[in-house]
T-cell receptor
Framework: KQEVTQIPAALSVPEGENLVLNCSFTDSAIYNLQWFRQDPGKGLTSLLLIQSSQREQTSGRLNASLDKSSGRSTLYIAASQPGDSATYLCAARRGGNKLTFGTGTQLKVEL | EAGVAQSPRYKIIEKRQSVAFWCNPISGHATLYWYQQILGQGPKLLIQFQNNGVVDDSQLPKDRFSAERLKGVDSTLKIQPAKLEDSAVYLC???????????FGPGTRLLVL
């Protein structure tokens, strides 16, 4: 059974700081790994999706890496802004499009 | 393009009452998912439909939860009777096909007293 863990559970940083969010998964037989953002009272917004054959994906100030052999993914946010404050969730996908989510990292970027 | 729509957005009921949630997926999306997200946890898949057939309902508490997707479009999720531990956000998602990216709705926040 796939288990996904995210560390830290919560993080508070000053504006402008670069930060890394961590995601680990127990079963390396994944199809892809996806990072989502969740704002209070809203649904999930997909940020980045890394296929199992890829090592990283980039979108603007976001960079996600994947190391299947060690069961780890990281989300790097450069030059953080208050608007980045949200909960970040990673999800590992096996065949059949079943997503197994982590518990999330709650990020607060302060002025 | 309109996103996934869900209603109601909030619902407060007493334990042992029944409740129903509605989801309208993105037009043309064949696959529909219902997730339960308990406070402080990640979403957990309850049921997955491919058109109007069930693909995966292994984590659906079938003694109290039921879901249907008539005509392969809209879907309803019902809880009867509700328990305190059912308090959660219920998220609906849809995807174009079986292995395509999932798009999530805003969720329905349920509080069972």
């Amino acid at each position: 059974k796939q288990e996904v863990t995210q560390i830290p559970a919560a993080l508070s940083v000053p504006e402008g700081e670069n930060l890394v969010l961590n995601c680990s998964f127990t079963d390396s037989a994944i199809y892809n790994l996806q990072w989502f953002r969740q704002d209070p009272g809203k649904g999930l917004t997909s940020l980045l999706l890394i296929q199992s054959s890829q090592r990283e994906q980039t979108s603007g100030r976001l960079n996600a890496s994947l190391d299947k052999s060690s069961g780890r993914s990281t989300l790097y946010i450069a030059a953080s802004q208050p608007g980045d404050s949200a909960t970040y969730l990673c999800a590992a996908r096996r065949g059949g499009n079943k997503l197994t989510f982590g518990t999330g990292t709650q990020l607060k970027v302060e002025l | 393009e309109a996103g996934v729509a869900q209603s109601p957005r909030y619902k407060i009921i007493e334990k042992r009452q029944s409740v129903a949630f509605w989801c309208n997926p993105i037009s043309g999306h064949a696959t529909l998912y219902w997730y339960q997200q308990i406070l402080g946890q990640g979403p957990k898949l309850l049921i997955q439909f491919q058109n109007n057939g069930v693909v995966d309902d292994s984590q659906l508490p079938k003694d109290r939860f039921s879901a249907e997707r008539l005509k392969g479009v809209d879907s309803t999720l019902k809880i009867q009777p509700a328990k305190l531990e059912d308090s959660a956000v219920y998220l609906c998602a849809s995807s174009l096909g079986y292995q395509e990216t999932q798009y999530f709705g805003p969720g329905t926040r349920l509080l069972v007293l």
